[in-house]
């Protein structure tokens, strides 16, 4: 039995993938395969560790999964809510910034996202 789950949503406009909270698995390449293309891919890259690598990405694996899935812009979720980790409040942010990668989409609170026409991110 498991707590957690993931969504692939198709729409007439949009397809969206949601992780929920996940652990690195090579399963997110037959996702993408099965499930795919994706328009938006949101993956949870907050509250981490790397003893909780079963249960929740972070950055680095987030970057990771995000490159499995095979397209799509990447909109982290899943941080900056609550302090559950010993990490810096932004950090998970802040590694993702650090990197950059072409289709990150890091909206101001309240912002709406259509991944179609997007921003560039800016620290």
């Known amino acids: 039995m498991t707590l957690w789950s993931s969504f692939a949503l198709r729409g007439e406009r949009h397809a969206v993938f949601f992780s929920g909270?996940?652990?690195?698995?090579?399963?997110?390449?037959?996702?993408?395969?099965?499930?795919?293309p994706f328009?938006?891919?949101?993956?949870?890259?907050?509250?981490?560790h790397p003893a909780w690598g079963n249960?929740?990405?972070g950055p680095d694996n987030a970057l990771k999964a995000w490159e499995q899935l095979?397209?799509?812009?990447f909109?982290?979720?899943?941080?900056?809510?609550?302090?559950?980790?010993?990490?810096?409040?932004?950090?998970p942010a802040d590694?993702?910034?650090?990197?950059?990668p072409e289709g990150l989409v890091m909206p101001r609170l309240g912002e709406p996202v259509e991944p179609a026409r997007f921003e560039a991110v800016e620290p």
């Open 55 to 57: 249960i929740h990405l």
């Open 70 to 73: 095979g397209s799509g812009r």
């Open 75 to 91: 909109l982290p979720v899943h941080w900056g809510t609550f302090n559950l980790a010993m990490h810096p409040w932004a950090q």
């Open 95 to 100: 590694v993702l910034l650090t990197h950059a």
């Open 39 to 48: 328009d938006l891919v949101m993956l949870e890259v907050g509250a981490c």
């Open 21 to 36: 909270d996940t652990g690195l698995s090579p399963v997110f390449a037959e996702i993408g395969r099965r499930l795919g």
